[in-house]
């Protein structure tokens, strides 16, 4: 069974860091595309960061470009997203998505969704 699962959500001050894992189970990630997308409350969900595959290319939305970081361990089958220097409006539900399709930048039909991770920044 193909899965998808995040972690490493929290509670963090403004200005702190946290690192978001999605690792796989039932396919290897090194061959799909990855993103990572965040919906807060009472809004639409958004694209953050992807990384395609075999290239690595990544795309970053404007509001965490310089502050987030997407990676691979493609020995562990998860991908990364290190986001520091956290905002209030950071606060959102993150998710991750996987996508075997030729590479078309950050794509919300991803076709398989983990289930997401809480990150609050909040004093």
């Known amino acids: 069974q193909l899965q998808l699962v995040e972690s490493g959500g929290g509670l963090v001050q403004p200005g702190g860091s946290l690192r978001l894992s999605c690792a796989a189970s039932?396919?290897?990630?090194?061959?799909?595309?990855i993103g990572w997308f965040r919906q807060a409350p009472g809004k639409e969900r958004e694209w953050v960061s992807c990384i395609s595959s075999p290239e690595d290319i990544t795309n970053y939305a404007d509001s965490v470009k310089g502050r987030f970081t997407i990676s691979r361990d493609n020995a562990k089958n998860t991908v990364y997203l290190q986001m520091n220097s956290l905002k209030p409006e950071d606060t959102a539900v993150y998710s991750c998505?996987?996508?075997?399709?030729?590479?078309?930048?950050?794509?919300?039909?991803?076709?398989?969704w983990g289930k997401g991770t809480l990150v609050t920044v909040s004093s």
């Open positions: 998505a996987a996508d075997a399709r030729a590479w078309s930048g950050c794509d919300y039909g991803m076709h398989y």
């Open positions: 039932g396919f290897p990630l090194r061959y799909y595309n």
